[in-house]
């Protein structure tokens, strides 16, 4: 896994959210997805996020990605003002919506977060994490004509390629059998062991047996 391991700035503090309230409007009903959450990863842990559907997980990563504005609360990102403006290098996300280019092959989307950070060789980068996930034969292929597990790794290349300080992955396991899932935790584990920290939100034993930590949402609070 030569590439994947060690946090690129060598961070020392949490990607923290503090009292984190949101809340929608639908139709009269206002709905709370987030009431006052808490939450932080450290570098070199992963952390499993567990909760049903409409437990406000996907509000509370995009709270954290800047991607929403809570109502209140803070999100802090080390060495950023601004999280919605965080580098791909600092935090990186592996969505539910795997977000990949139809037209870059499998490589070039791999490798298209390391040539935008100034990477030396990013295809020589994108090779090596593609490896780990088990992808190199695929390399030259479009994501229409890989599975969507397939798919599904290459978003997880994407993120890993740059060796991010902190990952944020949405259900990355969905797609994957029992020896996939356990290629894709080792790798997550290899970045932990080399600093990154890891929010997973997941309903895989497998991810939770592996997490350092476990949290809980429950209409939007941590139980």
Do not use: I
Not at 90 to 112: I, R, Y
Not at 132 to 145: N, T, V
């Amino acid at each position: 896994m030569t590439g994947l391991a060690g946090s690129r700035d060598g961070v020392t503090t949490a990607l923290r959210g503090t009292g984190l309230h949101k809340s929608y409007r639908r139709g009269r009903e206002e709905v709370h997805a987030l009431r006052g959450v808490t939450v932080e990863v450290a570098p070199g842990e992963l952390v499993a996020l567990l909760g049903r559907s409409g437990s406000g997980k996907s509000t509370l990563l995009n709270c954290l990605l800047g991607w929403e504005r809570p109502d209140s609360g803070a999100v802090e990102v080390p060495g950023v003002a601004d999280a919605g403006a965080a580098p791909w290098t600092s935090v990186a996300v592996v969505p539910q919506q795997f977000g990949l280019l139809e037209e870059l092959t499998v490589a070039g989307n791999v490798a298209l977060p390391a040539r935008l950070a100034g990477d030396g060789d990013p295809q020589a980068a994108a090779a090596g994490v593609l490896t780990a996930l088990r992808l190199d034969h695929l390399a030259d292929r479009l994501p229409g004509e890989v599975s969507l597990g397939e798919q599904q790794r290459t978003a997880m290349a994407r993120a890993l390629v740059v060796r991010p300080a902190f990952v944020l992955a949405d259900e990355p396991t969905g797609h994957l059998d029992e020896e996939l899932t356990g290629t894709v935790l080792g790798v997550l584990r290899a970045a932990c062991s080399g600093g990154a920290g890891v929010l997973v939100a997941s309903h895989d034993p497998a991810v939770v047996a592996s997490a350092d930590r476990v949290l809980r949402l429950e209409d939007g609070h941590l139980a």
